[in-house]
Nanobody
């Protein structure tokens, strides 16, 4: 059982990226799913989470209004749509559900 992130990359400030988290080996439609990020030299921080039904979400103040978390329980996926990206959004982004962590996907915001 695992979760796998995808969709990271290099983007200019002001640009957008969509990250995706896919679960395999277990069904996470009954679980809260979270996105975290860790920048070099910093602690891992919670970015956003979504309730099992998708009707409740949370965003860190630093991303509120710019990031949107969504899920498709039929596909066992959770997406993080990131817009108006800033240099300080550069980090490795991780998906988390129950005890499962993905390997992370790198997001680099640079001009």
């Amino acid at each position: 059982a695992q979760v796998v992130e995808s969709g990271g990359g290099l983007v200019q400030p002001g640009g957008s990226l969509r990250l995706s988290c896919a679960a395999s080996g277990f069904i996470f439609r009954s679980l809260i799913v979270s996105w975290y990020r860790q920048a070099p030299g910093k602690e891992r921080q919670l970015v956003a989470y979504i309730s099992s039904a998708g009707d409740n979400t949370y965003y860190a103040d630093s991303v509120k209004g710019r990031f949107t978390i969504s899920r498709d329980n039929a596909k066992n996926t959770v997406d993080l749509h990131m817009t108006s990206l800033k240099l300080e959004d550069t980090a490795v982004y991780y998906c988390h559900a129950a005890t499962y962590w993905g390997q992370g996907t790198q997001v680099t915001v640079s001009s």
